[in-house]
């Protein structure tokens, strides 16, 4: 961590307005968006128009009030107003690294809070989202397994993340104007708070709605999706969503996997691997990431390294290995491994034949680094007691 103060923290105020009983059309599917128009009085002949209609409104143009809806009549953008919202996560603060990384931190309802991260590159912007308000699982590196899981997002809360995001970039398009085929905000991770395969309706909603061609439009290849694990939804992902898949595999070994990736108590790592092999997606342009974090003394010996590939190649798993250094937070139990073992262990897995990025680390000076997203209001540490009943749970 770096004690640097961010570069800036805006703090925004804007009160959250949520008017009773009115529905959010935020994170509905078309389906859904198109029953609830005819249960609010749009005659059932007309609703597939205007569900595509406020669909493109909401999603393409970036629209929120219904008043700007300009091709609907007015009495009827009256009517919608009447029944419905269109809401987001509001931001309560932003902050921006030295390195133009930016943090969000987002209030949803119950005053509850996320962060999301966004990481300009050269050729690329990724927003990393999140998924859960707290986490179940309780991975002896990640902070965020430090918080209880308070709640699942919903689809709207999690699509809105990235309507969040183009909101401050800029990035919705003018109506009329010529397109632009530069995006700032190009890529998803479900790499934020959460394990999103323990709340797989709403992440699989809300991506549906960011791949949608008449809306944010993003391509399946430019989500990936990280799980610590969950067996099986693991083939459902390919199924019912079709992104990416990025796996925290951490550790080579079930005994040391155990104690870094408790569900590996679960589902161990030969499961695990069996469910990577046989994912309908995966292919060599379509390869599998496995997260790799670099934990000193841990699991970044040579003898790790080659156990790993022995575990993918024993799979034939089309991988790359991301190896990610250990970011630390307050109380954390592990030191990041050296840059020359890092590197030596990039080295093994790169003689074996398979890509071994080392992850950049980025926006360290605001906490917005892999593993250190924890909300400020929420640090209630899980007890040991607790920890140990849970991790039971799930072995
Ligand atoms: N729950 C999901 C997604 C969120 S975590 C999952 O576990 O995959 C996103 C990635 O950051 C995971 O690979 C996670 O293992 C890693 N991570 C967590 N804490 C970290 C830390 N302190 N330093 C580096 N990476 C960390
Ligand atoms: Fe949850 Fe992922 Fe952190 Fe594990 S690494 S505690 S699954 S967020």
Known sequence: ?????????????????LPEGKTNLVGLTRDQLREVLIAHGTPEKQAKMRTGQIWQWIYQWGVRDFAEMTNLAKAYRA??????????????????????????????AGGHEVEVVYIPEEDRGTLCISSQVGCTLTC?????????????????EIVGQVMM?????????????????????????????????????????AMKIAMDP???????RRITLSTSGVVPEIARTAEEIGCLLAISFHATTDETRDVLVPINK???????????????????????????VMLDGVNDSDEDAHRLIDHIKRHN?????????????????????S?????????????????????????????????????????????????EAETGLQG
């Not at 961590?1 to 307005?17: E, G, L």
């Not at 002896?140 to 430090?146: I, V």
């Not at 089309?318 to 307050?330: D, G, Q, S």
């Open 317 to 337: 798993i089309p991988a790359k290995i991301n190896l990610i250094p250990f970011n630390e937070w307050p109380g954390a139990p592990y030191k990041r491994s």
């Open 79 to 108: 009517q919608l107003a009447e029944n419905f919202v269109i809401e987001i996560p509001e931001v309560v603060t932003r902050q921006v690294s030295e390195d133009g990384t930016r943090k969000y931190l987002c209030r949803i």
């Open 1 to 17: 961590m770096s004690p640097k103060a961010p570069i800036t923290q805006d703090v925004m105020t804007i009160p959250r307005k």
């Open 165 to 205: 995001a183009r909101d401050d970039l800029e990035e919705w398009p003018t109506p009329g104007a010529p397109k632009d085929e530069t995006r700032l905000l190009s890529n998803i991770v479900l790499m934020g708070m959460g394990e999103p395969l323990y709340n797989f309706e709403n992440v699989r909603d």
């Open 266 to 292: 679960r589902w161990n790592i030969e499961e695990l691997l069996q469910a990577l092999a046989s994912y309908p997606k995966a292919s060599n342009s379509e390869r599998i990431t496995f997260e790799y």
């Open 140 to 156: 002896s590196f990640c902070h965020t397994g430090t918080q209880k899981l308070v709640r699942n997002l919903t689809a709207a």
């Open 339 to 387: 840059n020359n073992r890092i590197r030596a262990f990039a080295n093994i897995i790169y003689q074996a034949g398979y890509a071994s990025p080392i992850r950049k680390t980025r926006g360290e000076d605001i906490m917005a680094a892999c593993g250190q997203l924890k909300s400020a209001t929420e640090r209630a540490r899980k007890s040991r007691k607790q920890i």
């Open 214 to 220: 008449e809306g944010i439009s993003l391509s399946r």
